[in-house]
């Protein structure tokens, strides 16, 4: 196969680039100027100081602060102030004041690291100054790379923190004074230097890198020449390709809309040509893309802060999300095939397809990186930053060489730009992972504002109390304004933002709410609820930025888009209901009824048949769900069939509490029904056919 069918050229790469620049609303330089070169010399110095802090022991406060520092400078030269044709095509000059004052102001901390730690709690009025800089300078930041909602959300949390005693008595606390406050967010590990601000750095930098490496490769276009070849002849294949092209590109992208235009370009012209109307072919790239931070081993980089949360190994982490995040994909394969019968969409014709053979040979390079990576996790169980340092070197070896051997295998001459584009790749796979990391890093040192004032103010426990008050002691009536709420929230927040954000607020109050109830669950169970709410929310309208993404590359309507991706998504909404009532979906069989997040007691699943037959029952619980909504199995669905394909759901989904309800005696005897219930339905649907 020729070079230029397995990977992009510099100029479509280049291209898509762009795209994701200007849909993440970053300024457009020109190629070659020395603003252009100043960004990349940045970027490329992050990712060297990333690596470099790998195989050097950092005081993990200065690695913290310099990580931060390199997003700031980024952000205040990559993002304007206010778009206007001027300011998103050059910088301008107020912006060099700013950025070198916000880097000063975080690196503060490492320069009186010292003197800070002599006179812990003892602030001097340029310590608190410096705090004050440095936060208003990081809402500034935040505001630009991402969005007006988490930076407010952040202003809310201060100023509750301030007037405390002024606040309504349900939620009025005594109160904390600027020094206690700057204390608290900026001088201590509390606030904006925490944990999800040290996971930001030690962990997730490195995937993200992987990714932009990988994608820089040229395995982007390899998984969806790879899943279009492998599915395109189907009905309705070009969806199933972009579907299957999203989740490869979701094991190692953490972005919903870099998601949506590495694939999308590809596969909605695609699914337009055959068929698909134009918001169904954005919707079906958008609920894909969405769910491709589902997909583990970086869950939308959302996984290490889960493990750093909870205490857990990640290992544990990608092991629980998994039977989820593959049932909540097999699911939306499903809906594809059955928007294809509905529309009539035919698949495309074999004779004009790639044999699936000879695509996956041309990029099997391609996936070794990725099986090594999960082997150091899985097997070797490395930590995650040594096994993504591992891929990445692993990765960068194979851009070097992947040109000259191919050069040579097709016995083309090994010229001096053979044997350098490599090492070019590498250079911009290290740019991009970088400027990708901006809105990540940002996110996570403002998020951390937010869960240095749930310590300070405790108003978790407020919260817990005004939560049972609303839901007036039912805990689903928890779950769902939990779920409202993280979707809100998540429509102008990021995902890791909206986690962190939720995590230290909501995940709490569930935990307590439950056990006060009566449903001892584990802690996993009440973090991932909150994580997927969040993800839901990036097709959800009216703000959801993967569904803009979509509609400008169908050219269709982004609201209709937004509403289209969210009913292809109500799926996966119910499955964090399910694995809240039946935690075998995480593969967990019991926990500890003294202390639920005690991780050492929890009781893991490891049998392959039992296994085998949650993940199996589990699809066809969201098979029928789909089909209900849907309105199609073999055909269009009537009233009836409707509602006995929703009586499947629950015996498949939560045959605990079925069994436990109605006096079934086993949650087998629950699959059993549910199944029986799923046939009658078949049958009913074959009869109507013949007639």
């Given at each position: 196969m020729k070079e230029n069918q397995s990977s992009k050229t510099e100029k479509e790469l280049r291209e898509d680039e762009a795209l994701v620049e200007k849909l993440e609303g970053q300024r457009i330089l020109t190629e070659g100027t020395w603003q252009y070169w100043m960004i990349?010399?940045?970027?490329?110095?992050?990712?060297?100081?990333?690596?470099?802090?790998?195989?050097?022991?950092?005081?993990?406060?200065?690695?913290?602060?310099?990580?931060?520092?390199?997003?700031?400078?980024?952000?205040?030269?990559m993002y304007p102030m206010f778009r206007t044709p001027k300011t998103m095509t050059t910088i301008p000059w107020w912006n060099f004041?700013?950025?070198?004052?916000?880097?000063?102001?975080?690196?503060?901390?490492?320069?009186?690291?010292?003197?800070?730690?002599?006179?812990?709690?003892?602030w001097e009025p340029i310590d608190v100054f410096m705090g004050v800089v440095g936060i208003f300078l990081?809402?500034?930041?935040?505001?630009?790379?991402?969005?007006?909602?988490?930076?407010?959300?952040?202003?809310?949390?201060?100023?509750?923190?301030?007037?405390?005693?002024?606040?309504?008595?349900?939620?009025?606390?005594?109160?904390?004074?600027?020094?206690?406050?700057?204390?608290?967010m900026y001088l201590t590990t509390e606030g904006i230097f925490g944990v999800p601000l040290g996971v930001s750095a030690s962990y997730v930098f490195l995937f993200v890198l992987f990714g932009a490496l990988l994608e820089r490769a040229g395995a982007g276009k390899y998984f969806i020449d790879l899943?279009?070849?492998?599915?395109?002849?189907?009905?309705?294949?070009?969806?199933?390709?972009?579907?299957?092209?999203?989740?490869?590109?979701?094991?190692?992208?953490?972005?919903?809309?870099?998601?949506t235009v590495t694939t999308g370009t590809f596969t909605i012209p695609l699914m337009k040509r055959l068929g698909f109307p134009g918001h169904k072919a954005a919707a079906v790239e958008v609920a894909s893309s969405t769910n491709g931070q589902l997909m583990p081993p970086i869950m939308g980089a959302a996984a290490f802060i889960i493990a750093e949360f909870l205490g857990l190994a990640y290992t544990d982490v990608i092991m629980a999300a998994a039977i989820p995040a593959f049932v909540s994909y097999f699911a939306l394969f499903y809906i594809v095939h059955l928007e294809a019968k509905k529309l009539g969409i035919k698949g495309e014709d074999p004779s004009k397809l790639q044999r699936a053979f000879d695509v996956f040979k041309t990029g099997i390079h391609f996936i070794i990186p990725i099986f090594f990576l999960m082997y150091t996790l899985i097997i070797l169980r490395q930590s995650p930053q040594m096994a993504a340092f591992n891929a990445i070197m692993f990765m960068m070896i194979i851009m070097v060489i992947q040109k000259p051997v191919l050069a040579f295998m097709e016995k083309r001459a090994l010229t001096s730009e053979v044997w350098l584009s490599g090492f070019t790749d590498i250079g911009n796979g290290m740019i991009n992972g970088a400027k990708n990391m901006v809105p990540i890093a940002v996110a996570t040192g403002v998020a951390g504002i937010v869960v240095g004032s749930v310590t300070l103010t405790g108003i978790g426990l407020i919260l817990s109390e005004v939560i049972e008050e609303i839901s007036g002691g039912y805990i689903i009536a928890v779950l769902f304004f939990t779920a409202i709420v993280s979707l809100v929230l998540g429509m102008g927040l990021p995902t890791t933002a909206n986690y962190i954000v939720m995590a230290a607020l909501t995940a709490p109050v569930i935990m307590d709410l439950s056990f006060s109830l009566g449903y001892v669950i584990p802690a996993i169970a009440a973090h991932l609820f909150v994580f997927y709410f969040g993800i839901l929310a990036d097709d959800t309208p009216p703000v959801g930025m993967a569904a803009y993404a979509a509609a400008g590359i169908a050219k269709s309507d982004p609201i209709k888009t937004g509403i289209q991706g969210f009913a292809y998504d109500i799926r996966t909404a119910i499955l964090p209901f399910a694995f809240f009532f039946n935690n075998k979906l995480l593969l967990i069989a019991g926990v500890d009824a003294a202390d639920p997040n005690d991780q050492s007691k929890w009781i893991w699943i490891t049998n392959p048949g039992e296994i085998g037959l949650i993940f199996f029952t589990a699809v066809a619980g969201m098979f029928a769900f789909s089909s209900a909504t849907q309105s199609w199995f073999l055909t269009k669905t009537s009233g009836i069939e409707r509602l006995l394909l929703l009586a499947v759901v629950p015996f498949m989904l939560v045959p605990n509490i079925m069994a436990e309800k109605i006096g079934l005696g086993s949650?087998?005897?629950?699959?059993?029904?549910?199944?029986a219930i799923y046939f009658a339905v078949y049958f009913l649907q074959k009869n109507k056919i013949k007639t």
């Open positions: 990349a010399i940045i970027a490329f110095a992050w990712s060297a100081f990333q690596i470099y802090v790998v195989l050097v022991p950092v005081n993990s406060v200065f690695v913290r602060a310099f990580h931060l520092a390199f997003a700031l400078a980024l952000a205040f030269t004041i700013i950025g070198p004052a916000a880097v000063i102001s975080i690196l503060y901390v490492v320069y009186a690291y010292d003197d800070l730690n002599a006179r812990s709690g003892a990081l809402l500034k930041a935040a505001r630009r790379s991402l969005g007006m909602a988490l930076p407010v959300i952040a202003v809310v949390f201060l100023l509750y923190d301030y007037l405390g005693p002024y606040m309504p008595d349900l939620i009025a606390h005594k109160g904390a004074s600027l020094n206690k406050i700057i204390g608290q899943a279009y070849a492998l599915l395109g002849k189907y009905d309705g294949g070009p969806a199933k390709a972009s579907v299957a092209a999203s989740g490869m590109m979701g094991i190692i992208s953490g972005s919903s809309i870099a998601n949650e087998y005897i629950a699959y059993v029904v549910g199944f």
